[in-house]
């Protein structure tokens, strides 16, 4: 079964190519350009995996992965933060809101491949310990 990711930026150039980097992965894509729209996204279609930009309109990275992280029942979505903003606070706020990993861009498409799989391996061990 392909593994859900979701892919949340508002800038159209970064949602592609985090797609292209995927695209041998087995995973079902699906993208979102802010914060509100992906607690939609998520909501109708509950990924396994959320890769979000810091910085958008609407609502921020931060905040929607604290609303993902305090709601029972996506706080198992595994969320990597992914943005410009590598300053010690902001990533000390990233992890604070309940974000798993946190990824620098201009994105490394092998860091991007490891982080995702291993987080991914992790979300199919606890589906096979639920059953």
Request: glycine share 4%.
């Amino acid at each position: 079964m392909a593994s859900k990711i979701l892919i949340v930026d508002d800038t159209e150039t970064m949602r592609l190519t985090q797609q292209m980097m995927l695209k041998n992965e087995d995973c079902e894509i699906e993208m979102a350009t802010n914060g509100v729209e992906a607690l939609e996204k998520i909501g109708l279609n509950k990924p396994d995996l959320v890769l979000m930009d810091i910085m958008m309109p609407e609502m921020d990275g931060i905040e929607c992965c604290r609303q993902i992280k305090n709601n029972d029942a996506y706080s198992d979505i595994k969320v990597v933060m992914v943005t410009t903003r590598s300053e010690y606070a902001r990533v000390k706020e990233a992890f604070a809101a309940g974000c798993d990993d946190y990824i620098n861009k201009p994105i490394n498409k092998e860091e991007l491949l490891t982080k995702v799989n291993d987080l991914l391996k992790f979300v199919s061990l606890r589906k096979l310990l639920k059953n």
